[in-house]
């Protein structure tokens, strides 16, 4: 074969792409970190939304439902019914920020399920059920892969931290066990993923995600109350100071303060 010009530059421009490849510096840390390939554990991931949705759990229940019920604010299961001037209860509260998570296009699932439940749809089945019965005897949290729906799930214990749970829970006509105890395991909040792996860009989506559910489900108390007969002032004071609700800025506010170490430690891998 004759070699000609075409050839040998053909041969040249071989060359200098190889010789590119061979030499090209090697990749940037941030862009390993945003590449699409993912390396930080779902498991850790799970961690720090857990983590924020008990802070937002805890934030609600305190200054919201406890401080409120003593300025004569009503908090019902059916908060929802048109003729009930109520807000949600922290479980439901839980819920609406669940319902909304699951609308983002983030795979993030939260369920906040039972062996013993007062709501059927939060009765845990198939190998949550069989988790969760195994957590009831570890008391610790549990994390597993169900091959069948490939979703990576992390359960965590819900205890009956305070008298309230158990008094609730036991006097409720509809709960299927009336002999709870302090210290009980009553649930667990489980969160769902369909990675084993996520990239950081995709891990702080997770937590814009959880957030949102977090501000959404607080909306839907304060929309609620432009219904009541009897409304509380809405704007930057809590129900500690008397007939006030925060808007949804201090709220959020607020528990961005109190989320904020945990995560910010989450995210720095610092110790
Ligand atoms: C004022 C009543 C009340 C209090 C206080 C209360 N709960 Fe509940 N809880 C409910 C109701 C009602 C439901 C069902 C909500 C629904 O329809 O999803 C529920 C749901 C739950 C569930 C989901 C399983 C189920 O039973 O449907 C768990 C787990 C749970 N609560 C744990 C707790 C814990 C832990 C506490 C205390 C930190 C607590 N609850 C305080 C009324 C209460």
């Not at 439902?65 to 922290?90: C, I, M, S, T």
């Not at 939260?110 to 195994?134: D, R, T, V």
């Not at 610790?140 to 799930?153: A, G, L, P, R």
């Not at 949804?248 to 610092?270: D, K, N, S, V």
């Amino acid at each position: 074969m004759k070699i000609t010009t075409k050839h040998l530059l053909a041969l040249f421009l071989t060359f200098l792409i190889v010789w590119a490849l061979v030499t090209a510096p090697a990749p940037l840390s941030e862009s390993v970190v945003d590449s699409g390939e993912g390396w930080i554990p779902i498991q850790q991931v799970f961690q720090t939304v857990a983590t924020e949705n008990e802070i937002a759990r805890t934030l609600y229940t305190k200054r919201i439902v406890g401080a409120g019920l003593k300025v004569q604010l009503k908090f019902d299961e059916l908060w929802q019914d048109e003729n009930v001037h109520a807000g949600p209860l922290p479980a439901l509260f839980l819920r609406e920020s669940a319902r909304i998570i699951a609308q983002d296009p983030i795979p993030l699932l939260l369920y906040l399920g039972s062996h013993q439940p007062i709501s059927e749809s939060n009765q845990f089945s198939g190998i949550q059920l069989s988790k969760f019965e195994s957590i009831l005897r570890s008391r610790v949290s549990n994390f597993f892969h169900e091959e069948k729906s490939n979703q990576y799930t992390a359960m965590y214990p819900d205890f009956a931290s305070v008298a309230a749970c158990v008094t609730c829970h036991n006097q409720h006509p509809k709960s299927p066990k009336k002999d709870w105890k302090i210290d009980d395991i009553m649930g667990a909040t489980t969160w769902s993923y369909p990675k084993e792996k996520v990239s950081s860009a995709e891990y702080l989506e997770i937590i814009r995600a959880v957030r949102s559910g977090l501000a959404g489900a607080y909306r839907g108390y304060l929309r609620k109350i432009d219904s009541f007969s009897e409304q509380p002032e809405i704007g930057s004071r809590w129900p500690s100071e008397g007939f006030y609700i925060p808007d949804e800025a201090t709220f959020m506010a607020e528990f961005h303060r109190l989320a904020a170490p945990a995560t910010a430690q989450a995210l720095l891998g610092t110790p």
